[in-house]
């Protein structure tokens, strides 16, 4: 349901102007359907290093052979990490991750998203969407919309 509602607000705001940054990448499923909706560059990071193999095996079963950057380390921790990840600015950052994640990375989001960018948050159970919520306010975003599948949350946030 989490990546469900992840895609259905990809396809809402990822345009050929895009750059993307995805959070929590994993096997790298929404930073990949983020460049074939037209996202002209995508970032993609998790903690696992596997992860890194694996999202790129899928980006080239996909078709997707450039402007794609995965990346392994934790941005809560990893100051050259989060370096490399601030050289430019995000139009859109996605984070399908735990409600604890997405409060704690809600900072460091904000100083790498453009002014107006779109941060899509998932992952998060219904009991959690306060907090969040809160934390996204906190760290200078506009709550866009909130969708819900099941239990589970999707909130969207605008950079002030």
């Not at 930073?31 to 696992?48: F, T, Y």
């Not at 600015?89 to 409600?99: Q, R």
């Not at 900072?107 to 998203?113: G, H, K, L, T």
């Not at 996204?136 to 709550?143: A, K, P, S, T």
Request: glycine share 6%; aromatic share 6%.
């Amino acid at each position: 349901q989490t990546t469900q509602l992840c895609i259905e607000q990809l396809e809402r705001f990822v345009t050929n102007e895009k750059n993307v940054l995805d959070l929590g990448c994993g096997s790298g499923i929404l930073s990949i359907i983020a460049l074939q909706l037209g996202a002209q560059e995508a970032k993609a990071v998790d903690l696992d290093p596997n992860a890194v193999d694996i999202a790129y095996e899928n980006a080239r079963i996909n078709g997707i052979t450039s402007h794609y950057t995965v990346m392994a380390g934790n941005v809560l921790s990893d100051e050259k990490l989060r370096e490399n990840i601030s050289e430019q600015k995000y139009e859109t950052v996605v984070a399908n991750i735990v409600a604890d994640v997405i409060i704690a990375i809600s900072s460091f989001v904000s100083d790498c998203i453009c002014e107006k960018g779109t941060f899509i948050t998932s992952g998060i159970i219904r009991e959690r969407l306060e907090e969040v919520k809160a934390a996204l306010n906190e760290n200078g975003f506009d709550i866009e919309s909130i969708n819900y599948k099941d239990d589970w949350v999707c909130v969207v946030g605008v950079k002030k």
